[in-house]
Every structure is written in C-alpha cells, then in structure tokens.
C-alpha cells in the first residue's frame, strides 16, 4: 500500500489543502513565463504515467509537469503493454513497484480501479480519472481558472450541463467548488441526471436549460457515448443539441462558458462559442500543467516545503 500521501478523489482535500495547491500552482505559473521553463524541484524523484484509457491533455500536461520539474518520465499506455496480453491492473503496479517510482499517475475506464492500485504500491497515487468516478486534478485546474478568471470561488455558481451521469468532470468539479463555497447545479435530460445527485452531492437539479440564467459559469459537460452502450439516454444527437446544446444564443452577457475536452462540437457547443476567445476552455487547458505540477510537488514534500514561500525559493534555483 502506498505509503505516500496520494489524491485518490478530491474529496480528500481539506478547503485549506485546495488553497494551498491553487496558490502553489501560481508559483509554478511564474515558471511558464521564463525562457527556459524548467525547476529542479523534483529532480531525481521518478514518475510513471499509467495511462490505461485514451487522454490527451491529461497525459500531456502530466508528462510536461514533470519534466518541467525534472523529474524523470516514464509513460505507460495499455496498447503496446504487457495489458494486452491480459496481465492484471494488480501485477502491472507491482511490476512497476519493483522499479521503486515516486509517483504513479493512473488512468483507468473503470471506477476505483485508482483506489485499488494504491493498494500495491509505496509510490504515490494520483487519480488522473477512473471512469465515470472522479478526476481531482481537473476539479483543481477548473477552481484554478476559475479563481484567475473571477477573483473568487465562494458565493459562485456554476451550472453543470449534459451528461452528468457518466461525468466524473462534474462529480469531482461539484465536490470542489462546494468545499470552496461555491453554488453548483446539474443541468441535464431526466436521463443523464444521477439519482444521488442532490443527496449524495448537494446540488440542485434541473431538466430545463432555462436554469442556466442565474449561473455565473456555464460548463458544457462531452457526451461520453463510449460509457453508454447501446445508447437510448436521449432520443437523437440532433435533438439534444437543440434542447440543451450550448451557444451564444443561451447565454447572457457576463457567463463564462468552460468544457474540460475533447469537445462535440455542434453537439454539447456550437462552433461559434468553442472558438470565442472569451470562453475558458484553452485556459483551462493551460492550467492543468501548472495544477498538476502544484499537486505533485505537494505529495512529495514536507510539510515546511509546501508553502508558496518555500516554493518561490525552489524555482528561482
């Protein structure tokens, strides 16, 4: 088991903890702004990227954070490894293990399949997505863009919109935001709303996309057609870009629109509004290398070291 803070769900964090990683990530940000963008702040430290389902900014920016923090890199993707001649999620950790890695970064389609290779491993673990379960680390870039964008977290609201049921973008997003006081909504087809979602979240739900008028924020949730099968969760692709899809036709001045990618464009948005510069989603993208630096920096260091302080000191190194 690991024996290494880990960040299995985002739940874990404390609303202090949440503040210290979005703070550290704005030290982390200064780096970006040099010529040469890189730290020895995790130098000789060894992560893994286990990526067992297809990602691309999510494995991009976890591999660009640690290689700007020199550590060293490996990237593990199931096609090509020993997966596909049917070794078990459990003997790939370990076979990893053996190599003594500080950090294993796990993507995986199945939910609690991060929490279960924690189990075989000192390293420590990070969630980069475990089916339709959590991803902590884009609830961390999505309040860190926020947060720039707005100045604010707490007295937000931001309205989820489109497939919640198989979203763990907008599970692990509405736990964050209302550990850091922020108002959050589901807005969605009766058939992509999860039954537990006001019980079990704390939100309020809606199936009519007028609702979306009192938010603050707008986020356009992917229509993950790879976790519904045989489909049959809405009646046509063309009929729910006409009912919830979101444009500039829905919006009024001042929301904030973000979508965490890949995108369905004229789907969950239209054209006009993916490419609209005011739009967060190619900021959210930028902050995800800064956020998931924060956040391993975190897990690998003491407690005295994790202050921005005593980050500002490490990069100018």
């Known amino acids: 088991m690991s024996s290494r803070r880990s960040l299995i769900a985002i739940g874990d964090l404390s609303r202090d903890e949440i503040t210290r990683m979005l703070d550290l990530a704005e030290r982390f940000s200064e780096v970006m702004r040099r010529d040469i963008k890189k730290v020895p702040t995790l130098r000789g430290r060894t992560v893994i990227n286990m990526f067992f389902e297809a990602s691309t900014r999510t494995a991009t920016s976890f591999e660009l954070a640690g290689k700007r923090m020199s ?6 993707k199931g096609s090509g490894s020993s997966v596909e001649k049917g070794e078990t999620l459990k003997d790939t950790v370990l076979t990893l293990n053996a190599y003594q890695p500080d950090i294993l970064v796990v993507r995986h389609r199945a939910a609690g399949a991060v929490a279960a290779a924690a189990r075989y491993t000192q390293a420590a673990v990070i969630n980069a997505g475990d089916g339709k379960h959590e991803h902590p680390t884009q609830a961390l870039l999505d309040l860190y863009t926020l947060r720039r964008a707005t100045g604010r977290l707490d007295g937000l609201h931001v309205a989820f919109v489109g497939d919640v049921l198989h979203s763990r973008v907008a599970r692990s997003g509405a736990i964050a935001l209302a550990t850091m006081g922020a108002k959050v909504s589901f807005v969605s087809p009766p058939t992509l709303l999860p039954r537990e979602a006001e019980a079990g979240l704390g939100v309020s739900t809606s199936s009519d996309i007028r609702d979306i008028a ?36 829905r919006l009024r001045p001042g929301q904030l629109v973000m979508h965490a990618g890949p995108m369905n464009r ?52």
Do not use: C, K
Request: glycine letters at 8%; a negative charge.
């Open 214 to 249: 009192d938010a603050d924020v707008v986020y356009a949730l992917r229509m993950q057609h790879e976790r519904m099968g045989n489909g049959g969760f809405v009646p046509s692709l063309r009929e729910y870009a006409t009912r919830y899809g979101i444009g500039h036709h």
């Open 266 to 317: 004229g789907v969950e948005i239209t054209d006009e509004l993916a490419d609209d510069p005011t739009a967060l989603i190619t900021t959210q993208v930028e902050s995800g290398m800064v956020v998931r630096m924060a956040v391993m920096y975190d897990l690998l260091t003491e407690s005295g070291a994790r202050t921005p302080e005593a980050v500002a000191e490490a990069v100018a190194a």
């Open 71 to 76: 550590a060293d890199v490996i990237n593990v």
